[in-house]
Structure formats: C-alpha cells, structure tokens
Nanobody, 115 residues
Framework: QVQLVESGGGLVQAGGSLRLSCTASGKIFSLNAMAWYRQAPGKERELVARITTGGSANYADSVKGRFTISRDNAKITVYLQMDSLKPEDTAVYYC?????????WGQGTQVTVSS
C-alpha cells in the first residue's frame, strides 16, 4: 500500500525558515507530478507549489521568491524550503504526489508563524 509521510512542520517566528519533507513508500513503479498544498483555518485548500518529474516548478504568487520546491526521484521525496515566513503562511501543509497514476496525499503538517 502506498503512503506519504510528511515531516518538518512546527512553530517559527516571522522571518524564519522551515523545510518540509514528504516521502512515499510502498510498491511504486511510476512517478509524476509532486506538489504542496496548504489550508488555513476557515479557508479552502490552495496550491502552494508544484514540480514536474523533470524539475519544472511553479508557485502561488503569494510565495514566489520565498519558497522553493524540489524533489529527489530516487528517494521518492518532495521538499518545500520556506524562507522569510510570514504569519499569513500559517496553515496545515499537505504534500501531494501522483504515483502509479493515482493521487496520494500526505497526512498534513502544521506550520505556525508567529508575529
């Protein structure tokens, strides 16, 4: 059974940095896009960043220049480096991977940015 495990969330002051990781395990024979989404209280889940198998990335306007998505295909892991964090970045962050042509979601990790 394929599953995703996230790590790296936590509490940080405004201006600080965090790095999220999401690793897939199980019987995996094909990879496709990977992404990070987030959901703040009372808001809908939104795309933060997405990266293709070849490494092309795109970002939400709100995080451009501050966040960097990357991936290690050999480790089936996607990362999100978050710098210059702002209180409005506070949310539960979810990783997303397309594996074996199916969509999989991580369990979510809380990121809290204090002012």
């Amino acid at each position: 059974q394929v599953q995703l495990v996230e790590s790296g969330g936590g509490l940080v002051q405004a201006g600080g940095s965090l790095r999220l990781s999401c690793t897939a395990s199980g019987k995996i024979f094909s990879l496709n896009a990977m992404a990070w989404y987030r959901q703040a209280p009372g808001k809908e889940r939104e795309l933060v960043a997405r990266i293709t198998t070849g490494g092309s990335a795109n970002y939400a306007d709100s995080v451009k220049g501050r966040f960097t998505i990357s991936r290690d295909n050999a480790k089936i892991t996607v990362y999100l480096q978050m710098d210059s964090l702002k209180p409005e970045d506070t949310a539960v962050y979810y990783c997303y991977q397309v594996l074996n042509r199916y969509d999989y979601w991580g369990q979510g990790t809380q990121v809290t940015v204090s002012s």
